[in-house]
């Protein structure tokens, strides 16, 4: 894979780094190409089961349109309306992994007076209505790739879209996609810090805080000394093997600091607050897809005179995943 040049908001830096986003869609048949024949423009499903390849058609639902010519399709040769007699729901069934994030894509299409509305559900969650308005019948457009997002909650999710419209002219549904969002956001410690004057720092992440695409994720570096001089910095760097030629973990000890290691490449150095003797740590990650995968490295540094010969003590350090 290539390495692509990407922004990552730390402060005010800018990293390179190397996405590792990869998708595979999970939905079965999702332009229901696949199902009984149209004789000839359209057939109407009241039957609860599997009638269309790898969805289902819940028991009490009024009847899906599974359509080919009578209206155009956004994908392929065939799609759903889900208002066979009445506002109806098709579903289906996704292997899962707990705790993941998926993404939710489709087309919504609407013919006819007034717009056509639907909800997408999965985990335990529903969405807003999706709404589209559509040109005069039988003339039919597409609102695309509209998208919603869940966490599965168990090693199965059924998914399902359900009309939110009354009569026999509901919402189109089409070209259904279902993307696993990887890699997981993560932050894991590793290496350690060294004694200072008020014991060793350490650096952790707040409670409840991961480095997700979009949020505001939150570090804590605690243990420090808080007087006037003693200052504290975030180190950043995109390796923590080497920096400069120089193999890392680098020993401070020969400067003074015995006991102390340089862990991460300090590409990029951040002054933060020092308030009795914590400092917080907050980076903005954008909401930009493409820095899912990407890694950075992390450490905290504190001046600290009375600490040893160099007056620098630093923590732990940190592997940033961004993810979701």
Do not use: K
């Not at 997002?149 to 070209?175: C, K, M, Y």
């Not at 060294?194 to 804590?220: D, E, H, K, W």
């Amino acid at each position: 894979m290539s390495t692509r040049r990407l922004t990552v908001l730390v402060g005010v830096a800018t990293l390179a780094l190397v996405p590792l986003y990869s998708q595979a869609d999970l939905a079965v048949n999702g332009s229901f190409e696949l199902g009984p024949p149209i004789p000839p423009q359209r057939t109407e499903l009241t039957v609860e089961g599997t009638l269309i390849p790898g969805w289902f058609i819940p028991l009490g639902n009024g009847g899906v349109d599974l359509n080919s010519a009578f209206w155009s399709p956004s994908d392929g040769l065939r799609s759903i309306d889900l208002n066979g007699a009445r506002p109806a729901s098709i579903e289906q069934t996704l292997a899962t992994a707990i705790g993941a994030r998926y993404r939710v894509l489709f087309d919504l299409g609407a013919t006819g007076d007034g717009a056509r509305r639907l909800e997408v559900s999965a985990a335990g969650a529903t969405s807003p209505p999706f709404t589209h308005a559509g040109p005069a019948f039988p003339a039919v457009s597409y609102a695309r790739d509209l998208s919603w997002e869940f966490v599965a909650i168990a090693p199965t999710t059924t998914l399902r879209f359900a009309s939110l419209d009354l009569g026999g002219n509901g919402p189109h549904l089409d070209h259904v996609r279902v993307y696993p969002l990887e890699p997981t956001a993560s932050f894991t410690t590793y290496g350690a810090g060294c004694s200072g004057s008020q014991g060793v720092p350490a650096l952790a992440a707040t409670a409840g805080s991961r480095p997700s695409i979009g949020s505001n994720f939150q570090m804590t570096l605690s243990g420090l000394p808080s007087g006037p001089l003693n200052a504290a910095f975030g180190l950043v760097g995109v390796s923590d093997t080497t920096w400069a030629g120089i193999p890392l973990p680098f020993s401070l000890a020969g400067l003074g600091a015995p006991g102390c290691e340089l862990l991460v490449g300090p590409d990029w150095t951040f002054g933060l607050a020092n308030v009795g003797g914590v400092a917080a740590w907050s980076v903005q990650v954008p909401q930009d897809g493409l820095l899912a995968g990407a890694v950075v490295f992390v450490q905290g540094l504190v001046f600290d005179l009375a600490g040893n010969g160099l007056g620098v003590v630093v923590s732990n350090a940190g592997r940033v995943g961004v993810g979701y």
